[in-house]
C-alpha cells in the first residue's frame, strides 16, 4: 500500500494551497490519517489528523484556523487545505496513515508515509 501525495509547489506568502493523498480506491481504508512536515533543519512536526470514521480532526495550535483536513472514504483520499501561507511554512510535507489511533505529535505511531511533497513559500 502506497500513499502518494500531489498538490505541493511554490506560492506567495499569504496564498493557498491544497495537498492531496492517494491511499489506493481498492485499499484497505485506513483508521486514522494526517498530516506531517519537515521544515529545513527542523524536526518533524506534525499538523492534523483525521479519523476516516467519524470525521474527527485534530490540529497543531499553529496552523488552527489556517489548514483544514478532510477526507473522502470513497475514493480513499484525504486533503489538506492551507490558506494564508507564510514563509515558515515552506517544507516537505506528508501525507500519513495508520490502523490504529495515532498522533501528529509522535511521528512512531504512523504506520505509513508518503514519499513527501515540497511546498515552498516566498
Known amino acids: 500500500v502506497q500513499l502518494v501525495e500531489s498538490g505541493g509547489g511554490s506560492v506567495q506568502a499569504g496564498g493557498s494551497l491544497t495537498l492531496s493523498c492517494a491511499a489506493g480506491?481498492?485499499?484497505?481504508?485506513?483508521?486514522?490519517m494526517g498530516w506531517l512536515r519537515q521544515r529545513p533543519g527542523k524536526d518533524r512536526e506534525g499538523l492534523a489528523r483525521?479519523?476516516?470514521?467519524?470525521?474527527?480532526?485534530y490540529y497543531a495550535d499553529f496552523v488552527k484556523g489556517r489548514f483544514a483536513i478532510s477526507r473522502d472514504n470513497a475514493e480513499n483520499t484525504q486533503s489538506l487545505q492551507m490558506n494564508d501561507l507564510k514563509p515558515e511554512d515552506t517544507a516537505v510535507y506528508y501525507c500519513?496513515?495508520?490502523?490504529?489511533?495515532?498522533?501528529?505529535?509522535?511521528?512512531?505511531?504512523?504506520?505509513?508515509w508518503g514519499q513527501g511533497t515540497q511546498v515552498t513559500v516566498s
Open positions: 480506491r481498492y485499499t484497505y481504508k485506513r483508521n486514522c
Open positions: 483525521i479519523y476516516t470514521g467519524s470525521g474527527d480532526t
Open positions: 500519513v496513515a495508520s490502523d490504529l489511533r495515532a498522533s501528529i505529535h509522535s511521528a512512531s505511531t504512523w504506520s505509513l
